[in-house]
């Protein structure tokens, strides 16, 4: 059997859409402190996305100089 790739990218994740939805579970799931890769996983949206909404909702601890 011939396996068919309909995909333009060779590699990674479909991309999903980035809803209020998931932007809302996110704000959620790290104020319950997850880490970032538990977030990925459970709203199936890439880990920098992740980091990328948390910097945007102002979830992110400022690092120490």
Same mark, same amino acid.
């Given at each position: 059997?011939?396996?068919?790739? &309909?995909?333009? *990218? *060779?590699?990674?994740? +479909?991309?999903?859409?980035? #809803? &209020?939805?998931?932007?809302? /579970?996110?704000? &959620? @799931?790290? $104020?319950?402190?997850?880490?970032?890769? $538990?977030?990925? /996983?459970? #709203?199936?949206?890439? @880990? +920098? &996305?992740? /980091?990328? %909404?948390? *910097?945007? @909702?102002? %979830?992110?601890? *400022?690092?120490?100089?």
């Amino acid at each position: 059997d011939a396996v068919e790739v &309909s995909e333009g *990218k *060779k590699r990674g994740k +479909p991309r999903v859409k980035i #809803t &209020s939805e998931i932007v809302a /579970q996110v704000k &959620s @799931l790290a $104020e319950a402190g997850k880490t970032g890769t $538990e977030i990925a /996983q459970a #709203t199936g949206i890439s @880990l +920098p &996305s992740v /980091q990328n %909404l948390k *910097k945007k @909702l102002g %979830l992110v601890a *400022k690092k120490k100089a």
